[in-house]
Structures are given as C-alpha cells and as structure tokens.
C-alpha cells in the first residue's frame, strides 16, 4: 500500500490528535486523491491552509499525492522558509464580509456593531452558506467543519472558542477587525445601513422615558428598527474596546 507523510504547522495543529503538531504522520492509501482530500481527511479544513509543499515544491490543493511524498502544510505561507510560494488562501482586499452559521448569532450582532457586513440565519442550510460565501466572496465563520470542507468554500475559519463573548476577540486576532471598523453603522438585527434620524419622524415608536430622555437617533434603512445612545451602548462600546 503507499504512504505519505505529512506535517501540519501552525494553528492546523488544532485539527489533530493531541502532540501531532509539527510531527511526521504517516497516512496509508490505495486510491488515487488530491492533496487537499488527503489533508481533509487528517483534520485540517482547506480554507485555513495557506502553504502546501510536497518533496520541496510548493503547490495547490489539486495535485495528485504519489507514494513516498513529502508533505509540509502550513497555516501560514511566512513561516516557511522557501521560495517561490503559492498562496492558497486568498487575499480579503478591503473590508473583510461574512457568512455566519447557526451557532454563531451573537457574534454575528457584534460584528454588524463594528460595521460588518455580515450575514446570518438560524436556518441558513449548508449549501447555502457554501453557495454565498463562494458567490460574494464572504468569509464563511462556522463551528460545522463539514461544511468548511465543502469544495465551493474559499474563504472560511472554523471559530475555536466556545464562548460567545471570547469569539470576537479570536476573530479580531485572526482578521484585524479594528482597521476597517465603523461601531453603530449597521443594523445588530438585520444588517441594514443605519441612518441619522429627526426624532420627531420616529417619536411615536419611542417608549416615554426615551422621548424624554434622548434627542439624538439612528434608524435602520431597511427593517425600521430605532437605535439610541441608551446605557447598553456603553456596554457594548466596552466590549469593542
């Protein structure tokens, strides 16, 4: 039967058994697969891998693994020490946008409190995700690595923590969100634009004790939804900070 043998650095070692990290395993197989299938089928999903080098080549996730190949995989292409390199995570220009799963609304509301355009259901279907984050060139962020796998998804990370108030400082930390922040010019509830708003046009959607309290507010262009300087901004512009 041929072997290969791999080496994952970087954060991929998150995908393997423990203390598999920059250590030789060795996968056995009779059929005829890609690299990125094989690595697939090790633990790492192919939208976290940005380095691929088989016997001192760097390549792409299509070619063809043989018996006896070498095989380093890197989660980030700088560390290694060759060249040339083929980049295989591509480029976000700009203002990264995103694609959420299920399990992830309230990043997806504090996202949108940073002023990213960031789509989110609690019904969005696997396809679906895969089929819009390839189509808008979104980053897909999602707990289901099934779904990060699928071939159709190029810009993709799997959220490792738990804990929902720690998951926006992992994705700061894994896409410097502070560069292109705009705090309070989304909409936390559908993702619409908001817009400065006379309070006279909205007062009747006010409760009493804010007409009284606040003159200045935002509305959101698309599902009408009023927003004001109330104490909970405060906690939330501590949280951003």
């Given at each position: 039967m041929a072997q290969a043998t791999f080496t994952f650095y970087g954060t991929l070692d998150y995908f393997l058994p423990p203390n598999q990290g920059e250590q030789p395993i060795v996968l056995e197989f009779d059929w005829r697969a890609s690299a990125k299938d094989m690595i697939e089928s090790i633990g790492p999903p192919h939208p976290e891998?940005?380095?691929i080098v088989i016997n001192g080549v760097s390549v792409g996730f299509e070619a063809i693994v043989e018996d006896g190949d070498q095989i380093a995989v890197y989660s980030d292409a700088d560390t290694a020490d060759m060249s040339?390199?083929?980049?295989?995570?591509?480029?976000?220009?700009g203002a990264p946008r995103f694609i959420l799963d299920t399990h992830l609304g309230r990043l997806a509301s504090y996202l949108r409190l940073l002023g990213y355009d960031t789509l989110y259901r609690n019904d969005y279907p696997d396809d679906e995700l895969?089929?819009?984050?390839?189509?808008e060139q979104r980053i897909l962020l999602t707990r289901d690595l099934g779904v990060l796998k699928r071939s159709l998804v190029e810009y993709g990370y799997y959220v490792r923590t738990t804990q929902p108030n720690e998951r926006l400082g992992e994705i700061h930390a894994r896409y410097d969100l502070a560069t292109h922040a705009r705090p309070f010019s989304r909409c936390a509830a559908c993702n619409g634009l908001l817009d400065d708003v006379a309070k006279i046009e909205i007062i009747d959607q006010l409760p009493d004790h804010v007409a009284e309290?606040?003159?200045v507010f935002k509305q959101c262009q698309d599902c009408g939804k009023v927003y004001w300087k109330g104490s909970h901004v405060e906690r939330v512009q501590a949280l951003l900070d």
């Open positions: 891998v940005d380095l040339p390199k083929q980049r295989l995570i591509p480029v976000v220009t895969a089929q819009v984050s390839h189509d309290a606040y003159d």
